[in-house]
Nanobody, 121 residues
Framework: QVTLVESGGGLVQPGGSLRLSCVAS????????MGWYRQAPGKQRELVAT???????NYADSVKGRFTISRDNAKQAVYLQMNSPKPEDTSVYYC???????????????WGQGTQVTVSS
């Protein structure tokens, strides 16, 4: 069994900063790509940022220059540093990881439970 647990969400003022964390646990052989997605009410889930095991990153145009994704392979964790957030960044943020579990040795997608981020003054 593999689980992803997010933390760090909450209320932040426009122009402030917030850091999201996601830690993977369970019988994991290998963590490949990891990422953050978000879903606002009435909208589809969208990509925020992804990072490969080697550290290559990809960002949605809407967050480039403001958000930074990073990971710590030893801790099996991925982070999202949110600087200068805007009200339109308000959403539930989900952690995603491509995981090879020990049991199957095949790659699967896993999702966290989500953490609410509200940007408001």
């Amino acid at each position: 069994q593999v689980t992803l647990v997010e933390s760090g969400g909450g209320l932040v003022q426009p122009g402030g900063s917030l850091r999201l964390s996601c830690v993977a646990s369970g019988s994991i052989f290998r963590l490949n790509d990891m990422g953050w997605y978000r879903q606002a009410p009435g909208k589809q889930r969208e990509l925020v940022a992804t990072i490969t095991r080697g550290g290559s990153t990809n960002y949605a145009d809407s967050v480039k220059g403001r958000f930074t994704i990073s990971r710590d392979n030893a801790k099996q964790a991925v982070y999202l540093q949110m600087n200068s957030p805007k009200p339109e960044d308000t959403s539930v943020y989900y952690c995603n990881a491509r995981v090879v579990p020990l049991v199957t040795m095949s790659e699967y997608y896993y999702w966290g439970q989500g953490t609410q981020v509200t940007v408001s003054s």
